[in-house]
């Protein structure tokens, strides 16, 4: 089993940039792919971006294209999410996943940072 935990999160004004962390512990070695996914107040929750772990490819939400970065550290086994121009709705909260091989959902689910975006 893999344990996510994630940081970074808080309150910034429209147009900052944040950078939010999760660091990933446990059976690091069955990791296909970590995302993130966010969910608003009375919203569904909304995939983000994801990584595949070995090789680094990336994918993005249509919401956050050319705003967001995912990257990873396999040393650390940490993945880190740039977020840049921010806005009012891009607050959520903000939780990191982790799929293992030869699974077709997330299994693991840190337990969330709250992102607040407001002037």
């Known amino acids: 089993q893999v344990q996510l935990g994630e940081s970074g999160g808080g309150l910034v004004q429209p147009g900052d940039s944040l950078r939010l962390s999760c660091a990933a512990s446990g059976r690091t070695f069955s990791i296909f792919r970590m995302g993130w996914f966010r969910q608003a107040p009375g919203k569904e929750r909304e995939f983000v971006a994801s990584?595949?772990?070995?090789?680094?490819?990336?994918m993005y939400g249509d919401s956050v294209k050319g705003r967001f970065t995912l990257s990873r550290d396999n040393a650390q086994n940490m993945i880190y999410l740039q977020m840049s121009s921010l806005k009012p709705e891009d607050t959520a909260v903000y939780y990191c996943?982790?799929?293992?091989?030869?699974?077709?959902?997330?299994?693991?689910w840190g337990q969330g940072t709250q992102v607040t975006v407001s002037s």
């Open positions: 996943a982790a799929r293992p091989t030869g699974v077709y959902e997330y299994q693991s």
């Open positions: 990584i595949v772990w070995s090789t680094g490819s990336t």
